[in-house]
């Protein structure tokens, strides 16, 4: 039964990152409507927060937006330095450095994750885990270079801004864990989305942007980027972490977002990827499996095989 209850919860990792991943489609089709990088992330937090805070009242009236002191603290810190500043960090570094360098760096979230589970959590990997690591980070490599270095570009600021971006992309599994303890994840999701909104509309000041909420082809992407990339994808993303799983493993399982979103570039947006790409989805896949599989180790084997030849 805590197996099933574990798996599901990766699952629920799975699906969140998924739909993080088709995300990009929808930021692109808001950005042809000419909104800026500033305002697709506010308006995808803010119509995340509207249409969470309807479902909230209506399942539940008032009741469904009581959060503990702890759980509104891990919300705001969720919502201002996980949501608000790594989108900034991020936006900025790809305009610095491009987006394959950037992306690149901002997936070594799984390793700033794996470090900060073994001093918070005493969460170890074992061999075999170590390997799906690496081959998670050389599946991203190749997926997003395609194995062409030339493109990647070197800015100081750019490539420090993407190191942090991945560091504040590792530190929301290690609040959302500590965070979904003993709150419903639904409301956590509401409040960590209201601060994000405020964060984000410090930057991006909608009012001076208020024609592109009258602009229906613009909301017509910016509601389901909302709905389904902001409020869904939080949601199951905070209901896997509530139910005891791995931090370490966690961000692995999430990195199918790299694998949604290029799929979703070549058959959605037209986009290219050659066979080193390809390679790299396959690499990339093959590290979330074995990350999440379970090897015995040998000393389990061993007991195991001793106790079963003692009672023949």
């Not at 799984?110 to 998670?136: C, D, H, S």
């Not at 790299?258 to 799929?263: D, K």
Request: a positive charge; hydrophobic letters at 55%.
């Amino acid at each position: 039964m805590k197996n099933r209850r574990y798996l599901q919860g990766y699952l629920f990792v799975a699906i969140a990152g998924s739909l993080w991943g088709i995300g990009g489609f929808f930021v692109t089709k808001m950005s042809d409507n000419g909104a800026s990088s500033l305002m697709t992330a506010f308006a995808g937090h803010f119509i995340a927060f509207i249409a969470l805070l309807i479902y909230l009242l209506a399942k539940k009236g008032l009741e469904g937006l009581k959060i503990s002191k702890k759980g509104l603290i891990y919300s705001i810190l969720l919502g201002v330095l996980t949501k608000g500043i790594f989108k900034l960090s991020l936006d900025t570094s790809m305009t610095l450095v491009g987006v394959a360098a950037s992306t690149i760096l901002m997936y070594l979230a799984p390793v700033w994750t794996a470090l900060m589970a073994m001093i918070f959590f005493k969460e170890k990997l074992r061999g075999y885990q170590n390997i799906a690591l690496v081959l998670n980070l050389i599946g991203c490599f190749l997926m997003v270079t395609g194995g062409n270095l030339t493109e990647l570009n070197i800015s100081g600021l750019g490539l420090a801004l993407g190191l942090v971006a991945g560091f504040l992309y590792a530190l929301s599994t290690i609040l959302g864990k500590i965070g979904t303890s003993g709150d419903d994840s639904m409301t956590m999701a509401c409040y960590m989305l209201l601060f994000s909104t405020i964060t984000t509309a410090i930057f991006a000041k909608p009012w001076e942007h208020l024609d592109l909420f009258a602009n229906g082809s613009f909301m017509f992407w910016a509601i389901p980027a909302g709905v389904f990339s902001g409020a869904v994808a939080n949601i199951l993303f905070f209901k896997g972490l509530s139910m005891g799983i791995d931090a370490s493993k966690t961000t692995i399982v999430a990195s199918i977002e790299v694998v949604v979103a290029t799929v979703a570039g070549v058959f959605l947006l037209n986009e290219q990827i050659n066979l080193i790409g390809y390679i790299g989805i396959v690499v990339m896949l093959a590290s979330i499996v074995l990350m999440n599989i379970t090897i015995p180790s040998k000393n389990k084997a061993i007991n195991k095989n001793k106790a079963s030849f003692e009672t023949h």
